[in-house]
């Protein structure tokens, strides 16, 4: 699996901001909103701002950890200081004041909050330079609300960005990893093992007798067992262990560094934790091997030991 798959969104629509942001300076420089001549100045900064957009898309993906798509941000809020320092207008500032707002909801919704937070520092001191530079300063009040929306918008999205991104790959009763969770988590453990050669070890659980206790019991009371157990297992877990609920009552573990022996350890440790009873089946995830065929033969040892006379 891939350590990371490149996704043409956050640059679309970075390059579709940056094209929008581009058709107004157009415009401005064109028809001017005072009765001055076309202002070569803005028509330049659009250009650039076009020129900016095409390098998003077409060089940006190639740097790593999407590092270009930082720096395209980076240039993009420079254009509007500079911009801001050249804008003989109150409503021109505020409309510059409000694409400051929008990359700020940019990097908020698409970067980590470490880069979101570069990113409102940057952003603020450049736009507070160009306000310095320009000769008609507006109230402090004003630059106050653009500042502290821009930093508002960026840390609501980023927020809400990193809820949803949790929802999506874990499992909202345990807690654990979900499939889309596990096909994410173990690609990058994958990919950092195979480098080193270290083995993988792939488990499947699957709960005895679960039907049972659920129509014994209730199914919030088999609810709430899956919570205890996973609960359990998860104080056993080393870090970058992986735990997912792979169905109603199957879960996965992914066990970096783990060889089938000190597996077997820890399958003693787990039954130590909780009390409810299970079966696990171990398989080696051999290198350039998809996740899905270790867990199917994890599935079928599994299977073996269920069948086998105690």
Known sequence: MPTTRWSPLPYGVLCALLVLAAMFGL????????????????????????????????????????????????????????????????????????ALVVYAGFAGYFRPLSRVIMHLVWMSGLYLTGLLLNPLLPGWLNTLAVISTAAVAALVLNALNTRLHHLALHDPLTGTLNRAGLETQSGLVSALTNRSGVAITVGLIDLDQFKEYNDTHGHRAGDQLLVDLTTAWSTQLRVGDLLARYGGDEFVLVLPGSDLDSASRLTERLHHAH??????????????????QAVDRADRAMYARKEAPE
């Open 275 to 292: 009390e409810a009873p299970w079966t696990i089946g171990f398989s080696s995830w051999e290198p350039r091997e998809d996740l899905y």
């Open 27 to 98: 415009l401005y420089a064109v028809f001017p909103p005072t009765a001055q001549t076309p202002r070569i100045v803005d028509a330049v900064g659009s250009l650039g701002l076009l020129g900016v957009a095409g390098l998003t898309w077409v060089l940006a993906p190639r740097f790593p950890n999407d590092s270009g798509l930082d720096a395209s941000l980076a240039l993009a809020a420079g254009g509007t200081a500079l911009a801001t320092a050249a804008m003989p207008t109150a409503y021109a500032q505020v409309s510059l004041g409000l």
